[in-house]
């Protein structure tokens, strides 16, 4: 579901590196649900470069990376309708991400436990997967926290808890 380009790494195969479009594989499918990245930045990124971005995006297949690859739509426009950037990112931060699916369908970004006044997207819909844009020219990398015993700053509002696998009926 990740851009060709996104190499998966880590003890639990939760830290992305690269450049484009990085997806979890598991959705978020309850009403409320947090999660946190961990920025690693090995060097400096390009003056040119665009900004990480954080979010939703639905499922992506290698016949859409195809297609992009061959369109002039920039990289950063690949699958991140449901992403806001975050600017200046620093090694060690931390990017906290609420999301509420029941009565207004919002992403709501966190930068070091402070609420992100840019960071909001609205209206999220379908089945949404938690995910990550890395620039191109940068030398970055994020670790997916997923789990409540993971989080450094956990969420700011009752009611968030983490991401919860897929469980199946039978």
Excluded at 70 to 89: Q, R
């Amino acid at each position: 579901m990740s851009a060709p380009s996104i190499t998966i790494s880590g003890d639990l195969n939760n830290e992305v590196r690269g450049y484009g479009l990085a997806l979890a594989d598991v959705p978020v499918e309850q009403d409320r649900a947090y999660w946190e990245w961990r920025v690693k930045v090995v060097g400096k990124k390009s003056s040119d470069s665009v900004d990480c971005m954080f979010g939703v995006s639905n499922k992506r297949n290698s016949k859409f990376y195809e297609i992009l690859a061959e369109s002039t739509v920039p990289a950063e426009k690949h699958g991140t309708k449901f992403m806001c950037s975050i600017p200046n990112l620093r090694d060690g931060d931390v990017v906290g991400v609420m999301v509420q699916q029941s009565e207004l369908p919002m992403v709501q970004l966190y930068l070091n436990g402070e609420i992100q006044s840019e960071g909001q997207v609205s209206k999220c819909r379908g089945t949404i997967f938690p995910s990550v844009f890395l620039p191109p020219g940068s030398e970055m990398s994020a670790k997916f926290l997923y789990r409540e015993d993971q989080f450094i700053h956990g969420p700011s509002r009752p009611g968030f808890g983490p991401l919860l696998a897929e469980r199946s009926i039978m």
